[in-house]
């Protein structure tokens, strides 16, 4: 167990739709990362978050967003779903930004189907 | 920019035997690297890392790899396979850029070891 928790573990929903993913990181981690693994694109890292601020941007797309809150926790929002968007979407958490320590532990994921 | 390539997609062995899983990697600075192990239906967990300090590095389950500059190069390996290590291996890249820590994580394609009794 990392310690990361994600909610839901499973969400199934239709093209259009919205969902929110949630993620509750390591008690004491400032940080924290979404990442999609998809079998196409393989994992990717999409968004970052430092004590409430967003850190760095990857592959993440207009429709989706993500936000930290001041008790840490984060929500990875996903709109306008399209069947493509189906994927294991991963939280993952570290003490700090920095790359040198920057050891990420993982959450088990959230497993988005849209159908 | 930074990049990582895994060398095989797949790679099978025997109970018993070596393991090799290769990577090689690409930064514009001095990287961390890092190899996660995921395992079906699970999330990714962290075997080893290096972080600038001893080259060879040791990890869990017996694991090892070893950091080769002139190669740009950070293999995998195992002295002996154990029917438990059958999963899927991520290589991993972090750069550094100067003074901004950007922390995040390039992921290689990932390779599929499958071990046979």
């Known amino acids: 167990d990392s310690g990361v928790t994600q909610t839901p573990k499973h969400l199934i929903t239709a093209t259009g739709q919205r969902v929110t993913l949630r993620c509750s990181p390591r008690?004491?981690?400032?940080?924290v990362y979404w990442y999609q693994q998809s079998l196409d694109q393989g994992l990717q890292f999409l968004i970052q978050?430092?004590?409430?601020?967003?850190?760095a941007k990857g592959n993440i797309l207009e429709r989706f967003s993500a936000q930290q809150f001041p008790d840490l926790h984060s929500e990875l929002n996903l709109s306008s779903l399209e069947l493509g968007d189906s994927a294991l979407y991963f939280c993952?958490?570290?003490?700090?930004?920095?790359?040198?320590?920057?050891?990420?532990?993982f959450g088990p994921g959230t497993r988005l189907t849209v159908l | 920019a930074q990049s990582v390539t895994q060398l095989d997609s797949h790679v099978s062995v025997s109970e018993g035997t070596p393991v090799l899983l290769r990577c090689n990697y690409s930064?514009?600075?001095?990287?961390?690297l890092f190899w996660y192990v995921q395992h079906p239906n699970k999330g990714l967990q962290l075997l080893l890392k290096?972080?600038?300090?001893?080259?060879l590095v040791k990890g869990i389950n017996g694991f090892e790899a070893e950091f080769k500059k002139s190669e740009t190069s950070f293999h995998l390996t195992k002295p002996s396979a154990h029917m438990s290590d059958a999963a899927e291996y991520f290589c991993?890249?972090?750069?550094?850029?100067?003074?901004?820590?950007?922390?995040?994580?390039?992921f290689g394609q990932g390779t599929i070891l499958t071990v046979h009794p």
């Open positions: 993952a958490s570290s003490a700090n930004p920095g790359p040198t320590y920057n050891e990420q532990f």
């Open positions: 008690s004491g981690d400032l940080s």
């Open positions: 978050y430092y004590n409430g601020e967003e850190r």
């Open positions: 930064s514009s600075y001095s990287p961390s």
């Open positions: 290096y972080t600038s300090a001893a080259t």
């Open positions: 991993v890249v972090s750069d550094y850029a100067g003074g901004t820590s950007y922390g995040k994580l390039t």
